[in-house]
């Protein structure tokens, strides 16, 4: 099978992953199968498995991270795999090392899979079109691209709580433009063949013509929005990301469109909420629905371990195929 998708080897197996566009929904799904393979080594006395030993992972966070950083690192470790976490803010790069030449640099110390967050869109794409053929790199974020491991963990747990997506209504909520998530997001809702996808949010907060860019329906009511939803995915405001003033105030942001009780009584009584992470209270969410009943926004973290961990295992294991052919993977 030959394929021009670059995250894919000439096989079709998962090499790279740098965006859920373009992956098969078998691909999410046998991602998905994985994952819930390895929730159980969480529970185990010892929370490993032999799957990348040998293997070397490194951290490239240019970006700051509390969650995705972490999880990864977790998920290398419960892997077996030995992890290097370079700090950005002490690395060569503060002298001008450009991202290419510390890439090779790394690679001439045998990293066999980068991990890697940058504020620039496209990022990963470029270093997995430089780094070396048996090297693999996962995408944690490259500006307001893409967010795939997120995106997949997001799915887990929705499929965890709601089983099948074919009749989940999904109401995605907050700062579409700047959402590196809410891409991904609908991207594997899309392809995993969710019944509806709306987003909610104010027009200075959405990309141009949403509604034929994302195959999505658009609200800017919350309460109608996620009138019967199954699913609310609140989104964090991402100041950082803005380069002029898209919102009046934070007060009046929370007023039309922060999560309230009142607010989610439209949704259905058993919907779930759920949020990527950090968390503004306040803001986007009040605390009594952040920390309320249908919240499984930390549930969210922690499936994240098992998500990165079936990412990544799926990776080295296509470097195993290609340096020893089919049948000794993981050997
Ligand atoms: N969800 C997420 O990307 O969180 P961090 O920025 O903490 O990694």
Redesign the pocket.
Known sequence: MSTDNPQLDAQGNLKHFLTIDGLSRDLLIEILDKAEGFLGVAQQAVKKVPLCRGKVIANLFF???????TTFELAAKRLSADVLNLNISTSATAKGETILDTLRNLEAMHVDMFVV?HASSGTAHFMARHADPHVSIIN??DGRHS?PT?GMLDMFTIRRHKGDFSRLRVAIVGDILHSR?ARSQILALKTLGAAEVRVIAPRTLLPTRAEEAFGVSVHHDLREGVRDADVIIMLRIQRERMNSALLPSEHEYFRLFGLTEERLATAKPDAIVMH???INRGIEIDSQVADGRRSVILEQVSNGIAVRMAVMSMCIGTQNLNAQGAGEVYA
């Open positions: 970006e700051n991270s509390t969650r995705t950083r967050r944690a974020g967010h997120q998530v990527p992470g950090p």
